[in-house]
């Protein structure tokens, strides 16, 4: 897979290859896209033109922001690529597409999404889990789409199968305004940490 050149911030959104039913799904993602972009915050997502993912795509590359994809080559003949992208990445297997979104990222945002997002939202706060990065997982809770996950997710605590600590992995802002306020300050934190670290 190509290198890529260091970039200010960039923030992984798993969403739906769907518009959903609600017209407030796609004014969400459309309002992060422009919320990114305006921020000088870099898109990295699934790679399609369609649902909730081209939605926001489209919006961060019209307002002048990055937007870089990662596609599937099985996916890549159902003419559903993007092709309007900053940068497009073709893997061979969808685990290097979720590794390779997540690599280059600084934080994991979701949207609202069918089986795909919520593979791709667990599996980033699983690794979270394990040490693999410590990257904030943001959930943008539009119209209360999650509130079924997250009160699994307290019963899977109370169980005893998920401990507090990492059930609070899983930041759920109701609205883009208020997750770009988390992005915001962990930009402005890693942004501290980094500056310290150098020589």
């Known amino acids: 897979m190509s290198s890529f050149e260091s970039s200010p ?5 798993f969403c ?8 407030d799904y796609r ?6 896209g422009l919320s990114l972009a305006k921020a000088g915050m870099g898109l990295v997502y699934g790679g399609t033109s369609v649902g909730l993912m081209g939605v926001l795509a489209s919006a961060v590359l019209a307002n002048g922001g990055e937007a870089i994809g990662f596609l ?10 993007h092709r ?14 979720k590794a390779g979104m997540l690599a280059i990222a600084d934080a994991v ?17 699983t690794w979270a889990q394990l ?9 943008v809770n539009t119209l209360g789409y999650y509130d079924g996950l997250l009160r699994f997710l307290d019963t899977a605590v109370e169980a005893g199968f998920v401990t507090p600590a990492n059930r609070e992995r899983i930041q759920t802002p109701p609205t883009v305004h208020n997750a770009m306020e988390l992005l915001t ?13 150098q020589p």
Do not use: W
């Open 27 to 32: 004014v969400e993602a459309e309002e992060l």
């Open 84 to 97: 309007s992208l900053t940068r497009l990445e073709f893997t061979e297997t969808m685990h290097q597409r």
């Open 131 to 139: 040490g693999l990065h410590t990257k904030p997982c943001v959930v």
């Open 185 to 197: 300050r962990h930009r402005e934190q890693k942004m501290r940490s980094d500056s310290s670290n």
């Open 72 to 81: 599937p080559r099985v996916l890549a003949g159902r003419e559903i690529a």
């Open 16 to 23: 739906a290859s769907a518009l959903g039913k609600e017209p």
């Open 109 to 125: 945002v979701a949207l609202p999404g069918g089986f795909g997002t919520l593979d791709e939202l667990m599996e980033a706060v």
């Open 9 to 13: 911030y960039r923030v992984v959104v």
